[in-house]
């Protein structure tokens, strides 16, 4: 099964609104990691949170990590039209090296 | 910008061609990695080298050959490559190959295959 599924696969807002992305993944992980991607163009890190916290904020973002549900949510508030990109969660399998990344959620911030 | 660079950004080649995709991060990381981005497809790995040492191949066909000289500089060759191969590769560094690293992202290189 894909580790890191992104819910919902397309979001559409206004300026100014608050977007929420979800993550799901199904084996225990170390620590989950947010990644923002604009169109055609290479990842850029946002935020990672660890195994032991719930909760970790950075400027507009605030990530959530249940590890009981197995679930993380990404939260951008007062949203702007340059938060249009995709974003991608990733985990990490335990031990090993790999990052597994979902299929993302598009988000589209009108203006 | 990451500190992570790709060239070329786009590439159109035949399938009888070869050629190669290049990538060097400015970061000092000791790990280097290799990712195909198909539409709607999750980001898949290919290669990771770690101190210039191939340490994951992920499954990934022989015409795609990996080259990493040194710790900075990470090569993928192409040759005989299928229409299905047109992609977005990304080139990504971190500082080891811990599961706890950010890793970082080039731009890419816009792979279309005719």
């Known amino acids: 099964s894909q580790q890191g599924e992104e819910d919902p696969q397309a979001l559409s807002i206004q300026e100014g609104e608050n977007a929420t992305m979800n993550c799901s993944y199904k084996?225990?992980?170390?620590?989950l990691q947010w990644y923002r991607q604009n169109s055609g163009r290479g990842l850029v890190h946002l935020i990672l949170?660890?195994?032991?916290?719930r909760e970790k904020h950075s400027g507009r973002l605030r990530v959530t990590l249940d590890t009981s549900k197995k679930s993380s949510s990404l939260l951008i508030t007062a949203s702007r039209a340059a938060d249009t990109a995709s974003y991608f969660c990733a985990t990490d399998e335990g031990s090993n090296y790999k990052l597994t990344f979902g299929k993302g959620t598009l988000l589209t911030v009108n203006p | 910008e990451t500190g992570v660079t790709q060239t070329p950004r786009h590439l159109v080649m035949g399938m009888t061609n070869k050629k190669s995709l290049k990538c060097e991060q400015h970061?000092?990381?000791?790990?280097m990695y290799w990712y195909k981005q198909s539409a709607k497809k999750p980001l898949e790995l290919m290669f990771v080298?770690?101190?210039?040492?191939?340490?994951e191949n992920n499954s990934v066909p022989s015409r795609f050959s990996p080259e990493c000289p040194n710790s900075s500089h990470l090569f993928l060759h192409l040759h005989t490559l299928q229409p299905e191969d047109s992609a977005l590769y990304l080139c990504a560094s971190s500082q080891s190959t811990s599961g706890a690293e950010t890793q970082y992202f080039g731009p890419g290189t816009r792979l279309l295959v005719l």
């Open positions: 084996t225990s992980i170390n620590n």
């Open positions: 970061l000092g990381h000791n790990a």
């Open positions: 949170i660890r195994s032991n916290e």
């Open positions: 080298y770690s101190l210039e040492e191939r340490v």
